[in-house]
């Protein structure tokens, strides 16, 4: 498949997760309001977190190792599938024990049936994430997409099942989350059982072929998720359920802005993993600049409305996630650029740039944190952010440009020649309109 197109399914795909998703937190948060809907963020963000460390990179070395041809699709399936329920299951056990014994000192708002039900959904997610990488390794990238989509409307509909019929609040939400894990699990391995019969045995070589490359990567993927989300433990440590659901709006709204840069992720990890060094300097930089273009663009424009748009989709009572919306803008844009630059990094075999880059942000993160959130509140965590992604954006742009021999212009900069991808796009979108 040609990237053009792979980039509109997958832009397509984003699209249509960015719409079903500020559904869904428009339901939990006015359903739920700002005390439910903060308990709710945090009781998800916690197998999260745990789904992040137990990836332990497999799934981009899958994509890695399809690329290069090293292993037998059957080996990659079946070593995803027992390493998914193994360690999905191990971790969410020690992480429930762990959480009983430290929850009347940390988390006393949140009901720690509520913490259990979530970590069931623990080793189905893992599972999911491995077998979308496998498609996506393959250049499936319409079942890849198709599985983020399917996943994201099944919640939806349990959501509406659970807390608009059936008036269950926190538990049904929860619960929700954990019945759209199951269902999309089973289908990912319906579909790839289709792509290679799926056999229970596990390569050794293979595994540790894949944790060797995975974990130089992973350190960065939970250094990574920890500076998406760490700021949530702090603003729930230091100001409770309530400014969490207020934040947790800001969060939701300036990170749809990133629907444009992951789909120029994932379409181009895949495609460098298969190209020599010489065209994968060529096809990064083009990728990087239009992906900066465009965000830069649309954060303008949620800016200007930021304030409508909170109101007329939350309500007045979510108000106060206008500041910290306005404060994390800068930070989204800028942090596009890495992670458009992070999977031209990993395809060439070097995962543990991101690795330096994450946990260098990561630091930074902690202590502007740790010093603003109680000072500021809700807006220091986002300054604090902010100021994180600028630190790891300019790690690995540096490593990128010193890496591919690239220009920071030719990386960053629009130019007149490249609004014709534009223009190509569209005629060649309503030449197939028009045709059907």
């Known amino acids: 498949m040609g990237l053009i197109k792979s980039s509109i399914i997958t832009l397509s795909a984003r699209i249509a997760l960015f719409i079903i998703s500020v559904f869904i937190s428009i339901i939990t948060a006015r359903i739920l309001g700002p ?4 308990e709710y963020s945090f009781i998800i963000l916690i197998p999260l977190l745990i789904i992040n460390l137990g990836n332990l990179g497999v799934g981009t070395a899958n994509v890695y190792f399809i690329g290069k041809g090293k292993y037998k699709l059957s080996n990659i399936t079946s070593n995803s599938l027992i390493l998914a329920f193994f360690l999905g299951t191990l971790l969410s056990t020690f992480a429930l024990i762990f959480i009983k014994y430290t929850h009347p000192l940390f988390l006393k708002e949140i009901n720690f049936i509520n913490i259990f039900i979530a970590h069931c959904a623990i080793p189905f997610s893992l599972l999911v994430i ?5 498609l996506l390794g393959k250049n499936n990238i319409k079942r890849y997409n198709l599985l983020d989509i399917l996943q994201t409307t099944f919640l939806l509909g349990f959501l509406i099942i659970a807390l608009i019929i059936l008036r269950q609040g926190v538990f049904g939400a929860v619960l929700s989350y954990v019945l759209a894990a199951v269902l999309t699990s089973f289908i990912s391995i319906f579909w790839v059982n289709k792509l290679i019969r799926i056999k229970m045995s596990l390569n050794f070589k293979l595994l540790k072929d894949s944790l060797v490359f995975g974990i130089k990567g992973h350190l960065g993927n939970i250094a990574q998720f920890l500076n998406y989300r760490l700021d949530m433990f702090l603003v729930m440590y230091f100001l409770g359920a309530m400014y969490l659901g207020y934040y947790s709006i800001a969060v939701v709204g300036a990170e749809m802005l990133w629907h444009i840069s992951s789909t120029m992720a994932i379409v181009l990890l895949p495609k460098i993993s298969s190209l020599d060094a010489k065209e994968a300097n060529k096809l990064t930089p ?16 949620l800016f200007i409305l930021s304030r409508f748009f909170i109101f007329s989709l939350y309500g007045r009572a979510y108000l106060p996630s206008v500041k910290p919306l306005c404060i994390l803008l800068p930070g989204i844009v800028i942090f596009s650029i890495p992670k458009v630059l992070a999977s031209d990094i990993i395809g060439r075999g070097k995962p543990i740039i991101n690795t330096y880059a994450a946990l260098a942000s990561l630091v930074i993160n902690i202590m502007l944190n740790l010093f603003l959130i109680p000072k500021w509140g809700i807006s220091g965590a986002a300054f604090a952010s902010s100021i994180a992604y600028f630190v790891g954006a300019g790690i690995i742009l540096r490593a990128f440009l010193k890496i591919s ?32």
Do not use: E, N, W
Request: charged share 20%; aromatic share 16%; net charge positive.
């Open 286 to 301: 083009v990728i990087c600049r239009h992906t900066f273009f465009i965000t830069t663009g649309m954060a303008l424009v």
């Open 130 to 134: 491995y077998f979308k990488y496998i």
């Open 35 to 38: 005390v439910g809907k903060g």
């Open 405 to 436: 021999g690239s220009s920071l212009i030719d990386t960053l900069l629009i130019k007149k020649s490249d609004f014709k991808i534009y223009t190509d796009v569209y005629f060649r979108i309503m030449s197939k309109l028009q045709t059907k």
